[in-house]
């Protein structure tokens, strides 16, 4: 129904950035998609897009929480070695206003239980890189010791924040191209789903190499 309605409202295409891809689909949904198009009044490739969309979103959003139970965060400490580098998620596709307060101040943030607390485990004087959905690593700095404990959305200390140090803004540098470069010191494909990864210093060594002041 989620899908439906939103078809409903929404009659025209977003005016937001696309990229052309091919998908070979059954040719019985593809008379299915002619018909449903029809139906709401839009073009197939709009269809198509909400479509792949949500089910993106929907597989986002159980990979996260997949990534949140106790048992995932108790098995997520990593080696402890200096430096150490990690991936932080802006939270984009979630909260615009919060992911643009991190990376135009340069700020590592998680919010909501148990998401906030993995901003502990960003350890004194490590690289955080900042990474928003759909563009890639977007910022970077180093982490101080203390964590601030804020209101978010009504709720005492319902996010933990560290303000990082010598902070800078980068050109983005996307999933594709990450995992691209750290490929090239033996590593495998890097997931950019969970709200914070810790990954090797060799591929976070590598990544800063390739990060360009925007």
């Not at 993106?56 to 070695?81: R, W």
């Amino acid at each position: 129904m989620g899908l439906v309605s939103e078809l409903i409202s929404l009659r025209k295409q977003q005016d937001e950035k696309t990229e052309a891809i091919t998908v070979r689909i059954p040719e019985t949904y593809v008379a299915h998609l002619d018909e449903l198009a029809s139906s709401f009044d839009i073009t197939r490739q709009f269809l198509l897009t909400k479509m792949i969309k949500m089910g993106v979103d929907t597989a986002l959003e159980e990979y996260e929480k997949s990534q949140n139970t106790p048992e995932a965060m108790a098995n997520d400490e990593g080696p402890v070695s200096e430096p150490r580098f990690f991936i932080l998620n802006t939270n984009k596709r979630y909260d615009e206003e919060s992911h643009h307060d991190m990376v135009t101040n340069g700020v590592a943030a998680a919010f909501n239980h148990p998401w906030k607390e993995k901003i502990e485990k960003i350890t004194e004087g490590s690289v955080v890189f900042l990474y928003a959905n759909g563009v890639g690593i977007v910022g970077a700095g180093v982490a101080p010791r203390d964590v601030q404990k804020v209101e978010y959305q009504g709720v005492p200390e319902n996010a933990y924040r560290k303000k990082l140090n010598d902070y800078r803004r980068v050109k983005p540098l996307s999933a594709r191209e990450i995992n691209r470069e750290i490929k090239k010191v033996g590593g495998g494909n890097l997931i950019f789903l969970s709200t914070l990864t810790e990954v090797p210093a060799v591929y976070g060594r590598k990544i800063q190499e390739n990060l360009l002041d925007a």
